[in-house]
């Protein structure tokens, strides 16, 4: 039984029941309270209210009766609304199963949210899905401009790697955000980027597309970075990776609306410039997420001019420098593959193996689609067994099949890709250390930096790319040579990453002051 009351200024309350038959001592274990999907705290006999969970309310009631044979019904009611603003409508009916069963659902997080941190990710993941579109938009659209204009794969190449060097805009906003906060820089970049995307659509040529691009693509590369950050601030030492899994997965969705729309690019030669305009309608949700979301916890407990807590300023800078090393090598070497084998699949496919634009609109849904559960699995499992084995599965298996791919034909193209996809989704998992192993003070414009090193990884392998397959006349020799980069890369995960799972930011980084 499932029915809604409806609240003019929140979300609708959920009341749902079902009828038990129990014995004794299942019944002494119904009036336990819960420390599973929900924490309970009792309050009066047989009902029991929230005490930790992501609802805004929560009410659990037992209405007990006793059996002929000494056994006895039970109609276990509850009365919740849940805390995922946007959100709620597609987890009714998991939350509604999950609460029958005493135990963490498959779908939650390793550790439990409370009401804040679960507001905080559903508002981060509407944000990440406009995040995920416009950073979509030039790889989809860009072989299809370049025939409008009448350029080649070279300046394809040269095109997306001045592209990076928006990432310089991305590092200014980074800077910002680590003195202004990460809600105001978080907003305004959302809004400056859907603008800038928009411009593309009025490009007279390709170097317009991609000027217009380059400042749009780098503050875009800006909200991927804040969002990242913003969720590892706010969420539980147990559910960080989870959390940007999450998060890529709702990137993922916004990648994925840019390529439903697509198709629109066979209609006409210049088609594709309506991919630019309609990001424009997300900015009415990114007005109604900036007044619900609040600014980071920790951004707040860590003023800019406070001093570092319990570690010399030195000793933390000299820290996070050798951090910072690393994570932009690993960067660099895997981007170098990973960069030009997203952005030049499009040409490949219609250009080597004859796709239209709904072509490659269908290869690329049932390819990357099955990525979901990865990605997923990914962050369940760098919360629960560590990060560094399942970012090294993915980076080894994902980068060999995705090579395959690019040499193989019909089926075999198809199935390469689609494995090459699905496990190379395992490097999410990569994603979560960056906000880590840096403290609240420099954690934004670390970050910055480390995509700024790592997109010289992403314009080498273009140009490298780009080059090779004009040489060759062959993308699958490209990446072959390019594929050196996440071999190395996944060396130094193994041999010198930390593990971070299930260790809490202040731990990790002593300088900051923990939260009450």
């Not at 300023?313 to 030009?340: N, S, T, W």
């Not at 403290?439 to 490298?464: C, D, E, F």
């Amino acid at each position: 039984m499932l029915r809604h009351a409806p609240d003019r200024k929140e979300a609708p309350i959920t009341r749902t029941s079902h009828d038990l038959v129990v014995d004794d001592a299942a019944l002494a274990e119904l009036r336990t309270p819960r420390d599973d999907l929900v924490g309970e705290r009792t309050d009066g006999d047989d009902r029991f209210v929230l005490d930790h969970g992501p609802f805004d309310r929560y009410e659990r009631t037992l209405a007990v009766s006793s059996e002929p044979d000494g056994r006895h019904r039970v109609t276990e009611s509850f009365d919740y609304r849940m805390a995922m603003p946007v959100w709620s409508v597609l987890f009714a009916v998991p939350m509604r199963l999950g609460l029958r069963h005493r135990r963490t659902p498959w779908w939650a997080p390793p550790d439990r949210l409370d009401a804040r941190a679960a507001r905080v990710m559903a508002l981060l993941a509407c944000i990440q899905i406009v995040d995920g579109y416009l950073g979509t938009v030039i790889s989809q659209t860009i072989t299809f401009a370049a025939d409008e204009f009448d350029r080649g794969d070279t300046a394809q190449g040269v095109t997306l790697a001045v592209i990076r060097l928006g990432v310089l805009v991305a590092l200014g906003v980074m800077v910002l955000a680590d003195r202004k906060g990460r809600r105001r820089l978080l907003l305004a970049t959302a809004t400056a980027a859907v603008l800038c995307t928009a411009l593309g659509a009025l490009s007279p040529g390709l170097w317009f597309l991609g000027g217009s691009q380059l400042f749009a693509r780098g503050l875009t590369t800006g909200m991927g970075i804040l969002i990242g950050v913003y969720a590892a601030e706010e969420l539980p030492r147990g559910a960080r990776a989870y959390g940007l899994s999450v998060l890529a997965l709702s990137a993922a969705l916004g990648a994925g609306m840019a390529v439903w729309v697509l198709p629109v690019a066979d209609l006409h030669e210049a088609g594709w410039r309506i991919v630019y305009v309609v990001p424009l309608l997300s900015l009415f949700g990114l007005a109604a997420v900036g007044r619900r979301l609040p600014e980071s916890r920790r951004f707040t407990a860590n003023p800019v001019d406070a001093a570092p807590v319990d570690v010399e300023a030195a000793d933390q800078r000299g820290i996070e420098g050798r951090r910072l090393l690393l994570l932009a090598a690993v960067a660099f070497l895997f981007l170098v593959f990973a960069a030009p084998a997203s952005q030049f699949q499009n040409d490949f496919l219609k250009d080597h193996r004859g796709f239209t634009a709904s072509g490659i609109t269908l290869y690329t849904v049932l390819t990357t689609t099955p990525a979901g559960i990865g990605i997923f699995m990914a962050g369940r499992l760098a919360d629960t067994r560590g990060r560094r084995g399942v970012a090294t599965i993915g980076m080894i298996g994902g980068t060999a099949f995705l090579v395959a791919s690019y040499y193989a034909t019909g089926g075999l193209m198809w199935g390469a890709h689609l494995v090459g996809v699905v496990v190379g989704s395992l490097t999410v998992a990569l994603g979560v250390y960056g906000p880590e192993l840096f403290s609240t003070r420099h954690r934004a414009r670390a970050n910055g930096l480390i995509v700024t090193l790592g997109v010289t990884g992403s314009a080498s392998g273009l140009l490298l790319v780009g080059f090779l397959s004009d040489h060759f006349g062959n993308y699958g020799h490209a990446f072959a040579i390019a594929a050196i980069g996440p071999l190395l890369a996944a060396g130094l995960v193994l041999w010198r990453f930390p593990e971070t799972a299930r260790v809490e930011l202040e731990d990790l980084n002593p300088g900051d002051a923990r939260l009450d």
